[in-house]
């Protein structure tokens, strides 16, 4: 565990500015490398091989000595467009992939051919113990204050467990919206952070003003969880629209993913439509307004340049 997160991506900081769906973009990463942490994207931002081609390309050519790039694939069934994602990555190359949702084995066996360094999202100790025996490089710990997809275990608790289990290197992921959040995360032996909500209301970020705005007006005590964009647990913001709708899968929901055959089915659906309505509330203004989020966004008081969101995480 003496290896940190800077040694592994010969980053200044030990940051990861988390992958955020919609969110992310080469703009933000680019400011990320300069500001000497790591940047990640996920690859389904990108519509089309061709697009998350030239953004590899285009981070390439605007690396700086002190930063890292990476991009984040969802490895189950549910992303259809995985393996052209996964083959055009390692064509292209950069420093660093993360996983989540899935095996990495086949992630990883591509990405060490080619020298790019594999981090995987888990939530317990099965999942991690899992991981570093296919050979990961380093366990992206997601715990209950993450954004998004979360885990049920808290910061302090998921870390020592496996930092305790574990030999290779624990980033934690969730709950970090100060420096003093990070000293914390750093205190109980985690090698860096994964930090994301933080960086949606960034100038950088090109989604809607409102969304960028409802992460400085809204807190921690607004994020709920909810069944209703991906079919797995996600945390968002608690509009008016989402009090509305609720949070609870639909009965039929409910039902169908109890058959063993009809359940993948039925996520891929409710994965497709939730990802639709995020868009749209993401890229215009709409009355429906499911932005997700994590509780750091206590933490954000106005919208800022992604270099003073970071000056405000090292200092």
């Known amino acids: 565990m003496a290896v940190k997160l800077t040694e592994l991506l010969k980053i200044k900081h030990p940051i990861i500015q988390a992958p955020m769906f919609l969110v992310s973009n080469t703009a933000m990463v680019k400011e990320a490398m300069k500001c000497g942490i790591a940047g990640c994207i996920p690859a389904l931002n990108y519509r089309t091989l061709e697009e998350l081609r030239m953004a590899l390309k285009e981070l390439k050519a605007d690396k700086v000595e002190g930063g890292a790039f990476g991009f984040n694939l969802i490895v189950n069934k549910s992303n259809i467009k995985y393996k052209g994602q996964l083959e055009v990555v390692c064509e292209e190359g950069c420093d660093f992939i993360i996983t989540s949702l899935g095996s990495p ?5 591509q990405a060490h051919k080619v020298g790019i360094k594999v981090f995987c999202d888990v939530v317990d100790l099965q999942f991690a113990k899992k991981v570093e025996g296919l050979g990961a490089d380093a366990i992206i710990a997601v715990n209950n204050e993450a954004g998004g997809h979360r885990g049920n275990i808290s910061p302090k608790d998921l870390i020592t467990e496996l930092t305790t289990n574990c030999r290779i290197p624990i980033i934690s992921a969730g709950g970090v919206g100060t420096k003093a959040d990070i000293d914390k995360m750093l205190s109980y032996g985690a090698a860096g952070v994964s930090v994301g909500s933080p960086f949606i209301a960034s100038v950088e970020a090109n989604v809607t003003n409102e969304y960028k705005q409802a992460c400085v007006d809204y807190g921690a005590k607004d994020i709920v969880m909810t069944e209703r964009i991906s079919g797995t647990p996600c945390t968002v913001i608690n509009t008016p629209y989402v009090q509305k709708v609720g949070t609870k899968a639909t009965w039929i929901e409910s039902v169908l993913n109890k058959h063993k055959k009809l359940k993948k089915w039925v996520k891929m659906i409710r994965f497709a439509k939730g990802m639709r309505d ?3 509330a993401a890229n215009e203004v ?9 509780p750091s966004i206590e933490h ?4 800022l340049p992604v270099k003073a969101i970071v000056k405000k995480l090292i200092h």
Do not use: F, P
């Open 105 to 109: 084995e086949d992630t990883i066996n």
């Open 278 to 280: 995020t868009q749209k």
């Open 286 to 294: 709409t009355y429906k307004t499911v932005w997700v989020a994590g």
């Open 300 to 303: 954000t008081r106005e919208i």
